[in-house]
């Protein structure tokens, strides 16, 4: 999930626990954040990338680094070749 949208749901549980909505779809739909992903989370539900971590091939520090390695081959024009994935 994205940064902001992550904020938003964040945001909508605080302010349905601070009382300012009397529910939490009504807060979900004033942060503009997807309501069902709302109540998941204010039930303890945990993101995909979190609840599935164990199931990663790569872990968390893998996988920025490969990102970082691609991202520099692509910025050098040098192409990615069987060999270099293997």
Not at 9 to 33: H, M, P, R, W
Not at 42 to 47: K, T
Not at 56 to 64: F, G, H, I, K, R
Not at 73 to 85: N, Q, T, V
């Amino acid at each position: 999930m994205e940064d902001i949208a992550k904020r938003r749901v964040l945001q909508s549980i605080e302010a349905f626990k601070d009382g300012k909505y009397s529910s939490l779809n009504a807060a979900a739909l004033a942060f503009e954040a997807p309501p069902s992903t709302v109540r998941g989370r204010a039930a303890g539900a945990r993101p995909k990338k979190q609840a599935h971590g164990s199931k990663q091939l790569l872990s968390p520090n893998q996988e920025d680094e490969l990102v970082k390695y691609l991202l520099e081959l692509d910025l050098s024009h040098r192409a990615l070749s069987h060999a270099r994935i293997r």
